[in-house]
């Protein structure tokens, strides 16, 4: 089967650096992004890797390793409005996304 | 820039009745649009994939003939859900994509529930 795991959740206080992983099984792999997701809300792209190696984008930064199956993404400075659920996503094909279990951040004062 | 509406934003429905959702790119063209389903707190799920003319592409599991998908140009896709039963209460969310980008950018989503 195909499968995307990443931690449940994660909590973290204001200023802070977290990290949340990503581990793919997948038929087909094109690349792995990441999703930001308030409740209630729709899901806003952060960010893509298709290569190996480190992306970086503001505050947010993402990693992909694909000879381990493996990303994660980096915030740093945290900031309150970043609680919020993080999915990261393979494309294993053309047209096709599959979305991990999903991350709940919870930035604490 | 690239926003993408959906509407009804919410609508209650008797079982056995058909909804249908609309999905527009409002200021860019979608060569491919996903249509997803997310239960509470659960991951988003890719229902089907549509082009703009040609038929959609369905995921394994999901009934073509209950869910009509149509992507009748490069801004608007519809999802119909026919004869909707309470099981398929959900929250339902399009996207949209621009060919050679990877960026899928999601509309706010549509919450059904068939009563």
């Known amino acids: 089967g195909q499968s995307l795991e990443q931690p449940s959740e994660v909590t973290a206080v204001e200023g802070a650096i977290v990290q949340i992983n990503c581990t793919y099984q997948t038929s087909g792999f094109y690349g792995l992004s990441w999703y930001q997701q308030h409740d209630g809300g729709a899901p806003t792209f952060l960010s893509y890797n298709g290569l190996d190696g480190l992306e970086e984008t503001g505050r947010f930064s993402s990693f992909l390793s694909r000879s381990d199956s493996y990303g ?38 | 820039g690239a926003v993408v509406s959906q509407h009804p934003s919410r609508v209650i429905c008797k079982s056995g009745t058909s909804v249908k959702i609309e999905c527009r790119s409002l200021d860019f063209q979608a060569t491919t649009m996903f249509w997803y389903r997310q239960f509470p707190k659960q991951s988003l799920m890719l229902m089907a994939t549509s082009n703009e003319g040609s038929k959609a592409t369905y995921e394994q599991g999901v009934e073509k003939d209950k869910f009509l998908i149509n992507h009748a140009s490069l ?15 959900s929250f339902y969310i399009c996207s949209a994509r621009v060919a050679g980008e990877e960026t899928q950018y999601f509309g706010p989503g549509t919450r059904l529930l068939v009563l």
């Open chain 1, 72 to 109: 994660y993404l980096l915030l740093q400075e945290l900031q309150m409005k970043d609680s919020a659920s993080y999915f990261c996503a393979v494309k294993p094909g053309t047209y096709k996304y599959i979305f991990g279990t999903g991350t709940r951040l919870k930035v604490l004062a």
């Open chain 2, 75 to 89: 801004t608007l896709s519809t999802l119909t859900v026919t004869s909707a039963h309470p099981e398929d209460s």
